[in-house]
């Protein structure tokens, strides 16, 4: 935690999508050598914690998931990795047990508790809670695990207003903000899939999507439409107050050449 300024510094880093083979690219873009760019500017900032909010692999093979523990090794402080439509959530728990990268579910870290939850259904491009997933969610909540919580997910609870991306989003969004309308401790809701940045509040609960660690999509398009913006990743400061500061950091160039027409998605 950072003493000096009474918060702690959380870094949301989000869909690799990354390939057994080293050289796999999605239109034209090396999704590993984006995601080592993006971590080298991770690792110039004093960060405490780090989320990866799914969509790690795009082939679900093992090479994937260990490409992606050499790069995250290289920041030198825990993370915690969540399950995207994309992902092998067997293999994810296997390759990354109880350590400072791991899929744990729930973290404390002074007045804050980060809570992870997986949205995945096996075999769908879209997302749902499951009731026991809802249930523990419930439990962890009530049991008052910290004063303030972020809770992370992978796909976007709410419209964005890309209705290719509305269609494949939270299914039983409804049921998570019923849990979540009971707990005001919630502060922030953060999620991953929309290859985006998208920063809301509503009802007192701050919505924060962030972009890609490789290709990004175009905000408000009707159809599928790639962004030429650089991949970047969000950062959050969190206050004892239960107050946070946020935004988006970019690489300052693309770390190689889009190609629209290359099929990859």
Same mark, same amino acid.
């Given at each position: 935690m950072n003493s000096e300024r009474n918060c702690i510094n959380l870094v949301q880093?989000?869909?690799?999508?990354?390939?057994?083979?080293?050289? *796999?690219?999605?239109?034209?873009?090396?999704?590993?050598?984006?995601?080592?760019? %993006?971590?080298?500017? %991770?690792?110039?900032?004093?960060? @405490?914690? *780090?989320?990866?909010? *799914? @969509?790690?692999? #795009?082939d679900h093979q093992p090479g994937a998931y260990h490409h992606l523990r050499d790069v995250l090794q290289g920041l030198k402080m825990p993370l915690?990795? /969540?399950?995207?439509? =994309?992902?092998?959530?067997?293999?994810?728990?296997?390759?990354? *047990?109880?350590?400072?990268?791991?899929?744990?579910?729930?973290?404390?870290? +002074?007045?804050? #508790?980060? /809570?992870?939850?997986?949205t995945q259904v096996v075999g769908e491009v879209g997302g749902c809670l499951s009731g026991s997933e809802l249930s523990w969610l419930e439990?962890?909540?009530?049991?008052? +695990?910290?004063? =303030?919580? %972020?809770?992370? /997910? =992978?796909? =976007?609870? %709410?419209?964005? +207003?890309?209705?290719?991306?509305?269609?494949?989003g939270l299914h039983n969004a409804d049921k998570l903000f019923e849990v979540l309308a009971s707990y005001p401790q919630v502060k922030a809701l953060l999620w991953g899939h929309v290859h985006q940045a998208f920063d809301e509040c509503r009802a007192g609960l701050r919505l924060l999507s962030c972009p890609s660690t490789c290709i990004q999509f175009r905000p408000g398009s009707d159809?599928?439409?790639?962004?030429?913006?650089?991949p970047g990743y969000r950062w959050l400061r969190l206050y004892d107050d239960g107050s946070l500061e946020t935004g988006i950091r970019r690489l300052e160039t693309m770390p190689g050449q889009i190609d629209p027409d290359q099929k990859g998605y």
């Open positions: 880093i989000s869909d690799p999508h990354l390939f057994a083979d080293r050289l *796999g690219s999605m239109y034209g873009l090396n999704t590993l050598q984006s995601l080592q760019a %993006v971590v080298n500017e %991770v690792a110039r900032q004093p960060f @405490d914690l *780090g989320v990866v909010t *799914g @969509d790690l692999s #795009q915690h990795l /969540i399950p995207g439509n =994309h992902d092998d959530w067997a293999l994810m728990r296997e390759t990354f *047990g109880e350590g400072n990268i791991s899929c744990n579910k729930a973290v404390v870290l +002074g007045q804050w #508790q980060i /809570i992870l939850l997986n439990e962890t909540l009530a049991n008052g +695990g910290a004063a =303030h919580v %972020v809770v992370c /997910i =992978h796909h =976007h609870p %709410v419209d964005i +207003g890309s209705r290719w991306l509305d269609q494949i159809k599928f439409a790639l962004d030429l913006l650089p």
